[in-house]
């Protein structure tokens, strides 16, 4: 990840405004410089933890900086105040040691009514060539598809997952 020179600028800013809320920093891939989505939502019943969303923002939004959303994009350039921590605890690393610890701090935070923002003019470039093996399906042959279900390197591994699924989405004997 890559920080933009301003980014922590752009979200303190925004923080003075919001003091109770997360806010998150834009994430967009660095080769392409395209931004894949604002705000992501969750969709556990199609067994995904996460699920595009807005891409678009109107001219309000834009001025004042911000956007809501129900659910962040990992920890990439996100401002939490100390006062969250405080309300609902830290990430949890026991039953998330590996992947889902974020989504499910977030889930927690929007549940006890913390609000979650994006900061539209906080950026943080993302290099996907060295993140998760599974960061881009529609690239991957059936094989590295497959692959991406056990690897360690891949946020689609059902053994660091199934956590994530088994708490908010809970299937009664699997």
């Known amino acids: 990840c890559y ?16 003091p109770d809320a997360i806010i998150a920093s834009v994430q967009r891939d660095l080769q392409s410089q ?3 989505s604002l705000t992501i939502t969750c969709n556990f ?12 923002v109107s001219k309000a939004q834009l001025a004042q900086g911000l956007i809501p959303t129900r659910l962040i994009q ?6 939490i ?11 949890d690393s026991e039953a998330f040691p590996h992947y889902g610890a974020d989504h499910d701090f977030y889930l927690r935070a929007h549940a006890a009514g913390v609000p ?16 998760s093996s599974a960061a881009n399906p529609t690239k991957m042959s059936f094989s590295q598809f497959r692959d ?3 690897s360690i390197r891949s946020h689609r591994s059902t ?12 299937i009664p004997h699997l």
């Open 81 to 91: 105040p100390i006062e969250v921590f405080r309300k609902i605890g830290l990430f």
């Open 116 to 131: 979650l923002y994006v900061g539209l003019h906080a950026l943080v470039d993302v290099d996907t060539t060295r993140t």
């Open 3 to 18: 920080v933009q020179p301003d980014t922590l600028f752009h979200l303190a800013k925004l923080s003075e405004k919001s």
């Open 159 to 170: 053994r660091h997952i199934s956590p994530l699924f088994r708490r908010y989405f809970p």
């Open 45 to 56: 019943l199609l067994g995904f933890p996460t699920r595009p969303g807005v891409i678009s």
């Open 74 to 79: 990992g920890g990439r350039g996100a401002l």
């Open 34 to 36: 395209s931004i894949e």
């Open 148 to 150: 991406s279900l056990s």
